[in-house]
């Protein structure tokens, strides 16, 4: 694994109600989730970035309402015209 060190405001984890452990596993999470949500990471890659497993990833998408289906509308249509077809 590469290292990646962030800056960011002492005491800035106690004003979230979190330990440095947790903050920084938070990070890598809404990291891991929104690059995800925007086609950056494939679902396997976020849930490395995030630590867990990719079912516990796509449970965390649900309860952050991240939609695991990362299909344009154009995309959707395409499939669905070739599956009527």
């Given at each position: 694994?590469?290292?990646l060190?962030?800056?960011?405001?002492e005491?800035?984890?106690t004003?979230?109600?979190?330990?440095k452990?947790e903050?920084a596993?938070?990070?890598?999470?809404?990291a891991?989730?929104?690059?995800?949500?925007?086609?950056?990471?494939?679902s396997?890659k976020?849930?490395?970035?995030?630590?867990?497993?990719?079912?516990?990833?796509f449970?965390?998408?649900?309860?952050?309402h991240?939609?695991?289906m990362?299909?344009?509308?154009?995309?959707?249509e395409?499939?669905?015209?070739?599956?009527l077809?």
């Amino acid at each position: 694994m590469t290292a990646l060190t962030i800056d960011y405001p002492e005491g800035l984890e106690t004003a979230v109600s979190m330990t440095k452990q947790e903050f920084a596993a938070e990070v890598r999470l809404m990291a891991a989730l929104k690059m995800f949500e925007l086609g950056k990471l494939s679902s396997g890659k976020a849930a490395q970035l995030a630590g867990i497993s990719r079912v516990e990833f796509f449970e965390t998408c649900g309860r952050y309402h991240v939609s695991i289906m990362n299909y344009s509308g154009n995309e959707i249509e395409a499939e669905l015209t070739s599956d009527l077809s």
